[in-house]
């Protein structure tokens, strides 16, 4: 029962989505998403949002002890 209503209401929408403007659009496609992962599948919306993380920052050895400074 849960898996046919969260599927209704992210088709539902998506179908308020294709006729709202483009602010509303953004909102709707997001919510669809968010009714979509409860199934345990992503969304087309959600696969568009994914992306790589940025490698940390690290600093050497070498540069730490030098801009440490001597007293």
């Known amino acids: 029962m849960?898996?046919?209503?969260y599927r209704s209401?992210?088709?539902r929408a998506r179908d308020l989505a294709s006729k709202a403007d483009p602010f509303t659009r953004k909102r709707l496609l997001v919510l669809a998403a968010k009714y979509d992962a409860k199934l345990g599948k992503p969304s087309s919306a959600?696969?568009?949002?994914q992306r790589t993380l940025p490698?940390?920052?690290t600093v050497s050895?070498?540069?730490?002890?030098?801009?440490a400074g001597e007293a």
Not at 46 to 49: D, K, T
Not at 61 to 67: H, M, T, Y
């Open 2 to 5: 849960d898996v046919e209503f």
């Open 9 to 11: 209401f992210a088709q």
């Open 46 to 49: 959600s696969r568009n949002l």
């Open 55 to 57: 490698l940390p920052r």
């Open 61 to 67: 050895a070498v540069s730490a002890i030098s801009d």
